[in-house]
């Protein structure tokens, strides 16, 4: 019952919350029209500037192949608003990730929302001052 | 130099658009759907930064001079939204959005309770209508054919999104939050931006005029002198280099740019922006913006630094698939060329 509530007040904030790229081209690198979601092993974090990057290895499930994806994020100063630390996400945590694919056919995505498998914590990945107040 | 590119650009900007007429329809939806909302939601119809509760009275100093920062004890910061086109943002004399845009934002709107796609999340991309789906801005014809060539490619060639700092207005539609500090014993206001490359302003407040000739270096930020006139800070900028955008959808402007800012707080939680765009080079008469930017009375700056890690630099191809910022070559060697027809 709570998780379901919980979902609903997710997805309500994901409707008002669109993800907000300052920086640089969104459109020029990413297509809204291709989200994705996939879960998979985190294998490396870059919490930089002005985008914080992490490395998930996912495995396809017909073919059993894995393949590793760069997920961009918001700079740590809005991934901070939005809840996050440099420690939320570690080398190994499985996660869900949401997002755009890249225009060019890479394995890169655009994270707008990630969830923390082991605990279901769901946290925007925008960047700005993101959907923290 | 400048205006060797600028004509390069305007005969590829205009070979687009000949080539492109579906596109420019296609486009135009997108670009309102974009710019939907207007001011008073800047920012905070997203879910973020909206101030709701009692109105709360316009701070002042001691001298009963409008305050456009903190009061003391307490904490806060401007929450500034995003902008990403201020061709949709532009106010006639009485403040209010020009007619035109105002039908467009219900156009745009009823299209989305018809079902259309909402936003799509590129949170500054989606589909463009180039100049003409913004025929009250003044432009040039070089102007529109950059802001067309710019829109064709999804603002691509941003220069914020190089880490290079915002000029003018921009300053106030760079979604990271602002503060404004007024020093009126030292005669000037510092405003400092979390965003935009971290960067600070600095505005005059001593009745000193602009510098003249060569004493006048173009910067990106321009040259600001400021006044009290009544409630309402007003700033003159002038001094502008070009290498900055008005906005994130690849308005242009020139050296020539002169801006008047006029910043006011009618309320404690918000401060209402306009700018008076006057650039004889880009356009061929002034236009004003505006929008209200919301106070976060719990916010405080933090630490952002473009440039630490800026991938997007790397990634960047050029129109003809060379990389826009490649490493320095060894002086005689052929620079490869990429694989593939681009």
């Not at chain 1, 495995?59 to 918001?74: H, Q």
């Not at chain 2, 903190?70 to 020009?98: A, F, H």
């Not at chain 2, 007003?234 to 050296?255: A, I, K, M, Q, R």
Request: glycine letters at 12%; one cysteine or more.
């Amino acid at each position: 019952m709570r998780t379901k509530f919980v979902l609903v007040v997710a997805g309500l904030a994901l409707l008002l919350a669109r993800p907000l790229v300052a920086h640089h081209s969104f459109a020029a690198e990413f297509d809204a029209n291709k989200p994705f979601k996939m879960t998979g092993t985190v294998t490396k974090v870059e919490w930089m500037n002005p985008h914080t990057y992490f490395y998930i290895d996912v495995k396809d499930d017909k073919s059993g192949k894995v393949d590793n994806w760069a997920m961009e994020m918001g700079s740590p100063n809005g991934l901070m608003r939005a809840g996050w630390t440099r420690n939320t996400m570690k080398v190994g945590d499985m996660v869900t990730v949401e997002g755009s694919l890249a225009k060019d056919g890479s394995h890169t995505g655009n994270a707008r929302a990630v969830v923390m498998t082991t605990t279901g914590q769901r946290l925007f990945a925008a960047s700005s001052q993101g959907q923290a107040n | 130099m400048k205006s060797q590119l600028r004509s390069a650009l305007a005969v590829s900007a205009a070979a687009l658009v000949f080539s492109g007429t579906a596109w420019v329809l296609q486009a135009q939806q997108g670009a309102i759907q974009q710019e939907g909302s207007i001011a008073p939601e800047a920012g905070q119809g997203r879910g973020r930064g909206r101030n709701s509760g009692p109105v709360l009275p316009t701070p002042r100093l001691a001298d009963g001079t409008v305050n456009f920062g903190r009061v003391p004890g307490e904490k806060g910061i401007w929450n500034v939204p995003y902008i990403t086109n201020m061709g949709m943002r532009v106010v006639g004399s009485d403040g209010q959005l020009l007619p035109e845009i105002q039908k467009a934002n219900q156009a745009a709107a009823a299209a989305r309770g018809a079902g259309a796609r909402a936003g799509g999340g590129g949170g500054g991309g989606g589909g463009r209508g180039g100049a003409k789906s913004e025929p009250w801005i003044p432009f040039q014809p070089w102007a529109a054919a950059v802001y067309d060539y710019n829109s064709q490619n999804e603002s691509k060639y941003d220069p914020e999104g190089y880490c290079l700092p915002p000029g003018g207005p921009r300053l106030m539609a760079t979604p990271y939050p602002a503060e404004i500090i007024q020093l009126p014993e030292q005669k000037r206001i510092v405003m400092t931006f979390e965003g935009a490359t971290h960067i600070w302003r600095e505005i005059y407040m001593d009745g000193r005029p602009h510098p003249t000739g060569d004493a006048l270096n173009p910067t990106y930020l321009g040259h600001s002198v400021g006044r009290m006139e009544g409630d309402t800070l007003v700033v003159d900028v002038v001094g502008f280099n070009e290498n900055s955008w008005l906005d994130y959808f690849g308005h242009p402007h020139t050296d020539k740019m002169h801006v008047v800012e006029k910043f006011t707080r009618p309320n404690k939680n918000t401060l209402h922006y306009e700018a008076q765009i006057d650039d004889p080079g880009a356009y061929t008469k002034p236009f004003t913006v505006a929008w209200d930017i919301p106070w976060n009375a719990n916010g405080e700056l933090t630490e952002y630094i473009c440039q630490e890690n800026n991938r997007y630099l790397l990634r960047l191809e050029d129109d003809f698939g060379q990389p826009l910022f490649a490493p320095l070559r060894q002086p005689g060697t052929v620079p490869t060329r990429k694989g593939g027809t681009k």
